[in-house]
Every structure is written in C-alpha cells, then in structure tokens.
C-alpha cells in the first residue's frame, strides 16, 4: 500500500470509529455521574463534549441528527 492510502485509512478509522466511541464515552460518564450527584458542572462539560464530539464525527449531517435539546422550565412558572 502507498502512504498516502495508509494515511487516508488510518483517517477514515478515527473518523467512522474512534470521534462516536469517545462521544459515547463521554455522554456515558455524564449520565453517570449526574446519576450520583445530580447535575454538576462537570456533568454538563461532559455533556457538552459528547455533542462537540458527536457532531464532528457526524459530518456535514449533523445539525439533522442532533437530539432536540432538553426544555428548560422557566422560574415564573408557565405563562398565560
């Protein structure tokens, strides 16, 4: 095999492999840690890692498959 294609596979593989595994990872260790403290600080760059992650190794599809984000309850209460 040529370089250049070694190079290429050896990018392809981190890309189609390693960016999902360690997206899981860090969304797994969120869920994790939220599940015995609660929300922290560290859970939410967790999370946020996990979406960084996520997206790259989506590609040019993903703002189409992004989760919807969770809603967030207002401190008035709803409105009328």
Same mark, same amino acid.
């Given at each position: 095999m040529k370089q250049r294609t070694k190079?290429?596979?050896?990018?392809?593989a981190i890309i189609a492999i390693g960016i999902p595994v360690a997206a899981w990872a =860090?969304?797994?260790a969120a869920r994790r840690s939220e599940a015995k403290k609660g929300p922290?600080?560290?859970s939410r760059r =967790?999370?946020?890692g996990?979406?960084?992650l996520g997206q790259m190794g989506r590609g040019?599809?993903?703002?189409? =498959?992004?989760r919807p984000p969770e809603p967030v309850a207002r401190a008035g209460g709803p409105r009328s």
């Open positions: 190079r290429r596979l050896r990018r392809l =860090l969304e797994e922290s600080t560290a =967790l999370r946020t996990a979406d960084w040019p599809l993903a703002s189409r =498959l992004r």
